[in-house]
């Protein structure tokens, strides 16, 4: 966390007696399965609900009565609580948690389902798990570039601009030449486009990277608005057409049930964004622009002395990202919408907040970012059979979820020490 | 995802070091000292010398030039027309240069005209009314650049204003079409809920800052979005939402809680800009006079020794985030109390939190600054609505001139190397404050 924040801390946040930070998680999921365990049945239908494994309500598909279900899930996010309460060996922590936490959805999932509406209660995973991926694409793109830069010491809240900046010059580009790759290739130089603003006001003139950050986001949504309301809305046959990539399908691997719909028959963006994490976490802690990148995040003196240049490692780092972050727009542009108006609408913001929830590791934002995917998916999937949860509070999750781990409730979060830094030589 | 993995051992020594570092020279640099030099020369000559020198206003008034050369080269870059020209600028230059002109000598006059005075307006209302507009959308800015301000004087950086605004809307709407109240009152009411609800938003930061050590930047982030959610959802509720509409739009405020117009009833401008000129006042009076502001100065200079000073770090962190909120709460509830508005809609509270960064970043986190700022952001959107209808230039070039003059002022060594500007007498302006999450 922040420098100032560790003098601040009023509770020393290391040795905390018997409340350590796992009986706090295994205390918040006990909460969790009670709640579980004593609501979700009682409002549960006593109907089936399905969980089928293709695209609509045909086919081969997993089926529980809601009421059994919802207290058997309940039950098992309420074991788990308890185990860590009772003070689970450490090495045990992550996978109860995760069982404990997958319990609870499951649970949660089997009230909906078998209170919807008649003929609608069953839940396509197929749809569902395609659907947390292509909505989780751009905050794993956004998430990624945001590594990049933080890992080298310079805060990136401009993810958000260089998507939309992406996404536009992508659009403007593919269409205009009528080709994809020149758009996939204008996308990534409009999102480091962005980057060069922020790393040259950030590196060479020594601006705040926060407001850096915000004032940019503010440019790019001021930029291509105003581009797209002087070129793309009068003349969209020449401006706003560009060409979209389709899905390309990985033969065998493609027929795997539930997954292979979803992850092995995507676009290239799919395949780019997985490829990537894959990159990036390899590049970062196997090889030596990882081992350098991360010492100047953390101690950019030190990595001077030896030897390492400092401010050209940052440069790179940053416009990489924006390059990164930049073909994350384009998945939106160059494979399901034309762009319209600030398309982007707080993605960046999400992607942010899944990099510090995924603790500035690639892995880490990635699962975060599957995590947010999942809960618009859900969004989406329970407007659509009227549910009572309101949509707008399952939107609200991914952000409240990184407030509380944040907070210190969920895990420790640290930033890299020097992130937001500037580094001035001598 | 494990400490392993996360970098070398000896982190937490550099990150002490570097905060006492970066803490000490933070906002007593953000403020420029006065331009008096010790043994005055002759006035004339003080001020040729001072003309051309990088202090706070030459830079503010150069960033706008440059803003605005930007803001024309866009606009001619996206006029079909006017390219066609460039296309054979060798054979005759005149024909390019002429529609350049043109077009972005008439856009910027009409954003005159829109903001200032319009030499052809008839009348008295005519002629106030683009003073009028200006001031309407000045008053929310003052609010939200006061709340930015405030807490960067202390510390903190509020990028939440965005969200108390949300929050401050929702508290003044609900009052306003909900509680029966006699006129009068019910506006006070009204307009003491804004503050509260934004105090409430403001409160959670920082909290959370001064009893986990939670970011507020981070924080204040994602309670934008929270509270925007919330805005969404709660419009669509059953007593909120107006019964007559199946849009998401509120009840309408009722006229008791609305804020008294100025010039009568044809002109928008109303109240809130002479409130935003008490708050100013005020926020300067609690910065410089009185013993919280003066507490809230230590700890943004240097929260360390504060505490060895006996100064409550974490009781003031929670102080400014309330206050920053409450201000912000209070812009937030001009958007419904006021003209711009009279119900609640998912856009209610426009980009005024954000703008607000801005306005504190171009007021150099001064009050009286903030005004000044708010004020030429007020014009810049009144005049860019009549730029937009009598131009065709898209209202989105005001946000591209906004974020570009405060691009500008925020790195005064690049205005300084564009203009060969000498350097000031006195430290240069600088509204960097650079800290880590």
């Known amino acids: 966390m922040s420098t100032m924040a560790v003098d601040d801390v009023a509770v020393a946040p290391v040795n905390e007696g018997f409340w350590t930070r796992a009986r706090k998680a295994g205390l918040v999921l006990t909460a969790l399965g009670l709640l579980a365990v004593l609501l979700f049945p009682a409002l549960a239908a006593s109907e089936p609900a399905r969980f089928t494994l293709s695209e609509d309500a045909s086919g081969a598909a997993l089926k529980i009565n809601g009421t059994v279900g919802a207290a058997l899930f309940g039950a098992v996010a309420l074991a788990a609580g308890v185990a860590i309460l009772a003070g689970l060996p450490k090495r045990w922590f992550t996978l109860v948690l995760g069982v404990g936490l997958v319990g609870f959805v499951v649970s949660f999932l089997c009230w909906q389902v078998s209170t919807a509406p008649a003929g609608q209660n069953f839940m396509p995973l197929v749809n569902i798990v395609r659907g947390t991926f292509i909505l989780a694409l751009p905050l794993i793109f956004g998430s990624l570039a945001g590594v990049l830069c933080e890992r080298s010491g310079v805060i990136n809240v401009a993810i958000e601009g260089q998507l939309l900046m992406g996404a536009f010059s992508g659009a403007l580009f593919g269409s205009l030449s009528g080709n994809l790759w020149v758009g996939l290739v204008a996308a990534a130089i409009g999102g480091t486009f962005i980057s060069l603003l922020l790393a040259v006001f950030a590196i060479r003139y020594l601006v705040d990277q926060v407001v850096m950050g915000i004032v940019l986001n503010l440019l790019a949504v001021g930029i291509t608005g105003f581009l797209y309301e002087r070129l793309m809305q009068p003349d969209p046959a020449k401006y706003n057409s560009a060409p979209h990539f389709s899905n390309w399908e990985i033969p065998l691997l493609s027929e795997i049930p539930v997954l292979g719909p979803a992850l092995f028959a995507g676009n290239i963006f799919l395949y780019l964004g997985l490829l990537l994490v894959l990159v990036i976490h390899i590049g970062l802690f196997r090889t030596r622009w990882g081992l350098r990148t991360r010492s100047v995040g953390e101690h950019p003196t030190a990595a001077d002395t030896l030897g390492v240049r400092v401010l050209r490692l940052r440069y790179r780092n940053v416009l990489l990202a924006g390059a990164v972050a930049g073909i994350g727009g384009a998945s939106y542009t160059l494979a399901l919408f034309s762009f319209t108006k600030n398309m982007i609408g707080g993605k960046g913001f999400i992607a942010l907040a899944a990099l510090i929830f995924g603790r500035w590791s690639p892995t880490g934002a990635l699962l975060a970012a599957l995590f947010f995917g999942f809960a618009d998916q859900l969004a989406t999937y329970l407007s659509a059979i009227n549910s009572a949860i309101p949509s707008q509070f399952l939107a609200m999750l991914p952000y409240l979820a990184t407030i509380l781990a944040v907070a210190g409730l969920v895990g420790r979060v640290r930033a890299p020490a020097a992130d937001g830094k500037p580094y001035i030589k001598g | ?437």
């Open chain 2, 1 to 437: 995802m494990t400490n392993a993995e996360s970098g070398s051992p000896d982190k937490e020594p550099a990150t002490t070091d570097q905060a006492a570092r970066t803490t000490l020279d933070n906002t007593e640099r953000a403020e420029p000292t006065s331009q008096q030099p010790p043994e005055r020369p002759a006035l004339g000559q003080l001020f040729v010398a001072n003309l051309w020198a990088a202090n706070t206003f030459t830079v503010t008034l150069l960033s706008l030039v440059l803003a605005m050369i930007v803001g024309g080269i866009l606009m001619i870059v996206s006029d079909p027309d006017v390219l066609a020209t460039y296309g054979y600028i060798t054979a005759r230059p005149g024909d390019a240069l002429n529609a350049s002109w043109a077009l972005v000598s008439e856009a910027y006059a009409n954003l005159f005209k829109g903001a200032v005075l319009d030499p052809d307006a008839v009348g008295l209302t005519a002629a106030l009314s683009p003073i009028s507009e200006t001031l309407t959308y000045t008053a929310p800015l003052v609010f939200t650049g006061l709340s930015v301000a405030l807490a960067f004087r202390g510390g903190l950086f509020n990028i939440g204003a965005q969200g108390q605004a949300t929050m401050g809307v929702i508290a003044a709407g609900l009052a306003g079409f909900l509680l029966p109240l006699p006129a009068g009152l019910h506006l006070l009411v009204a307009v003491f809920a804004g503050a509260v609800g934004g105090a409430v938003w403001g409160f959670i930061p920082g909290i959370l800052k001064a009893r986990t050590g939670a970011h507020e930047v981070i924080n204040t982030i994602m309670l934008n979005y929270v509270a925007v959610y919330f805005l969404v959802w709660l419009i669509v509720q059953n007593g909120v939402q107006d019964p007559n509409r199946t849009n998401a739009i509120s009840r309408p405020v009722d006229a008791s809680a609305q804020l008294p117009r100025l010039f009568g009833d044809n002109l928008r401008a109303h109240a809130g800009i002479i409130l935003a000129v008490l708050a100013t006042w005020a926020v300067a009076w609690l910065l410089n006079r009185s013993t919280l502001g003066f507490e809230l100065r230590a700890v943004g200079s240097n929260p360390a020794a504060s505490r060895t000073a006996g100064i409550s770090v974490t009781r003031t962190y929670v102080l400014i985030m309330v206050f920053a909120g409450a201000l912000a709460g209070l812009g937030g509830s001009q958007m419904v109390l006021g003209t711009t508005a009279a119900a609640l809609t998912p856009l209610v509270v426009a980009q005024i939190g954000f703008d607000g960064i801005l306005v504190a970043l171009l007021g150099r986190v001064k009050p009286w600054g903030v005004l000044l700022a708010a004020l030429l952001f007020g014009a810049l959107q009144a005049g860019g609505n009549r730029m937009q209808s009598y131009s065709g230039v898209s209202l989105e070039l005001v946000t591209v001139l906004q974020a570009l003059i405060v691009i500008f002022i925020a790195a005064p060594a690049l205005v300084k190397a564009i203009f060969q500007l000498r350097a000031a007498r006195a430290a240069r302006p600088q509204t960097s404050l650079a800290k880590g999450w």
